[in-house]
């Protein structure tokens, strides 16, 4: 079954701030229950594109952590579009307890079948690749995060009229797709601001490999680190959820929106300027996180 474009605009809403600025986000997370947020736009191609090739032995592989939004959301697509899919999971030790793990559960619920591999082996990805097209010739093959043209084509799907007039253009930054499709399709005077959730001075220049536009600039918004979570980010998505009704997961959008607050406090932004975030879901890492603060007896995520 091919992915479809929703019949109804994804919704924008406003964020009150003190500043003479206009703050907005936009609610990508609602796309669809669990392909969420910009995993169904950097899957809609690739799996659209796979289909319409009608292989003779359909399969899905892809890659992921212990908490991969992507794992979770190709999972799924997996299950919506009868395709077997084949998880390759970093961390063998994970497959004693991945019982323990909601979203290896869910994916697996959802038919994918698990790999676990070594951190070593799933350094060589590459290699890793080859092996797996040699053993399932007919595999889709999608790499860690979903991000490749296929998914630069499919964040197209998230710009519209609707996103037009604004001055600045944010999204949180993993593996870079995201964000190189927005600098690819947004209009000619937005400026896209990416929002590092990771540590990876390549990052740039991957991104500049997907998109021919230079009006993107990175941030720093990793707290401390790529799944680092302290007691500020828990505060801010709480107060967050409490004031506007928004729920924001801590590894990507909750960082970024917190490092939004901080610029717009430090006056980084123009008067007048018009900002648009953009909610990329993931909302199903909030369970994880949980289990990680409550290990450490911590405050939780609302």
């Known amino acids: 079954m091919l992915l479809k474009v929703p019949k109804e605009n994804v919704p924008i809403q406003e964020i009150s701030v003190k500043k003479n600025i206009r703050l907005f986000i936009k609610r990508e997370d609602l796309v669809h229950p669990e392909i969420s947020g910009n995993k169904y736009w950097k899957l809609f191609f690739n799996i659209n594109n796979y289909l319409e090739s009608n292989p003779q032995n359909p399969l899905i592989i892809t890659f992921g952590g212990a908490f991969s939004n992507h794992i979770s959301a190709v999972s799924a697509l997996g299950k919506l579009s009868e395709i077997p899919t084949l998880g390759i999971i970093r961390g063998e030790e994970l497959e004693k307890k991945w019982t323990h793990n909601p979203t290896l559960v869910f994916a697996k619920r959802n038919g994918m079948s698990l790999k676990f591999v070594t951190r070593e082996e799933y350094r060589h990805k590459e290699k890793l690749t080859e092996f797996l097209q040699d053993e399932f010739p007919d595999a889709l093959i999608i790499p860690e995060g979903g991000t490749n043209k296929n998914a ?18 944010c999204i949180a ?13 947004c209009e000619q005077n937005q400026e896209v601001m990416g929002f590092k959730v990771v540590e990876d001075a390549s990052l740039e220049n991957r991104i500049s490999e997907l998109t021919s536009k230079r009006n993107f600039h990175l941030i720093d918004a990793a707290f401390g680190g790529y799944g680092k979570i302290n007691d500020d980010n828990v505060r801010f998505i709480n107060d967050f959820k409490a004031k506007y009704d928004i729920p924001l997961e801590p ?19 123009p008067e007048g300027s018009k900002i648009l975030c953009f909610h990329t879901g993931g909302l199903q890492g909030i369970e ?6 409550e290990k450490q007896n911590r405050n939780l995520i609302i």
Do not use: C, H, R
């Open 152 to 169: 630069v084509q499919g964040i197209k799907m998230m710009m519209n009229d609707d996103t037009k007039d604004f001055d600045y253009l």
């Open 251 to 269: 590894i990507y959008t909750g960082k970024m929106m917190q490092k939004v607050f901080e610029m717009i406090e430090e006056n980084y932004f």
């Open 173 to 185: 930054v993993g593996t870079g797709g995201t964000v190189a499709g927005i600098s690819e399709f």
């Open 288 to 293: 994880g996180a949980n289990m990680l603060l």
